[in-house]
């Protein structure tokens, strides 16, 4: 059964540094892999979608990366803000109805 | 503006009684899909569908209903059967068709559903 872990669970940081968060899946056999940004009370708004051939995917400040051989996807956020404060979801999808896994996410504060 | 509506924002249930989530789609979406999200929790897959008039239990499906009589629409019955529903509900739509299997899930804004 797939699982999904994020780490760390909680972050905090001034404004300016270079971040990275982690998500590791237990089964490489995935169609997709995901990040999400959740603002409190609020749905998710899609970050980045990498295919399973994919390597990496960039937009704007943010690259994600994908290694299916080791189970790891890493989202990396350059020259924070705290607009980017959040909670931010990795997501593993198995096939291609798009059924997502979720990870318990990462939540993220930018301090000015 | 295209998007997810989903209905009510709070909600509240009393012991024994079904209640009924609204989620409404103008994106043309095929396939529609409802979480649920527990604090500190991701979210779980509660029903999916993929066309109109057809869809599939998710993981935790045990307690609530689905129907999918029209393309925008999807809407999700928590019963009573149901006996912990206090949680974040979220609705979320995804193009189906070829090149769009690529396409990231859209998501509404939730309901937030307790027990009275």
């Known amino acids: 059964k797939q699982e999904v872990t994020q780490i760390p669970a909680a972050l905090s940081v001034p404004e300016g540094e270079n971040l990275v968060l982690n998500c590791s899946f237990t089964d490489s056999a995935i169609y997709n892999l995901q990040w999400f940004r959740q603002d409190p009370g609020k749905g998710l708004t899609s970050l980045l979608l990498?295919?399973?051939?994919?390597r990496e995917q960039t937009s704007g400040r943010l690259n994600a990366s994908l290694d299916k051989s080791s189970g790891r996807s890493t989202l990396y956020i350059a020259a924070s803000q705290p607009g980017d404060s959040a909670t931010y979801l990795c997501?593993?999808?198995?096939?291609?109805?798009?059924?997502?896994?979720f990870g318990t996410g990462t939540r993220l504060q930018v301090f000015p | 503006d295209g998007g997810i509506t989903q209905s009510p924002k709070y909600l509240f249930r009393k012991e024994g009684q079904n209640v009924t989530l609204s989620c409404e789609q103008n994106l043309n979406h095929d396939a529609m899909y409802w979480y649920r999200q527990d604090p500190g929790q991701g979210l779980r897959l509660i029903y999916y569908s993929q066309i109109v008039n057809d869809f599939q239990k998710g993981d935790i499906a045990e307690g609530y209903s689905v129907s999918r009589e029209k393309k925008e629409s999807f809407p999700l019955t928590v019963t009573s059967a149901q006996k912990n529903p206090t949680a974040f509900y979220l609705c979320?739509?995804?193009?189906?068709?070829?090149?769009?299997?690529?396409?990231?899930?859209?998501f509404g804004d939730g309901t937030r559903l307790s027990i009275l």
């Open positions: 979320a739509s995804r193009t189906g068709r070829g090149a769009g299997l690529g396409q990231p899930q859209h």
């Open positions: 990498i295919q399973s051939s994919q």
């Open positions: 997501a593993v999808g198995l096939d291609s109805t798009d059924k997502l896994i």
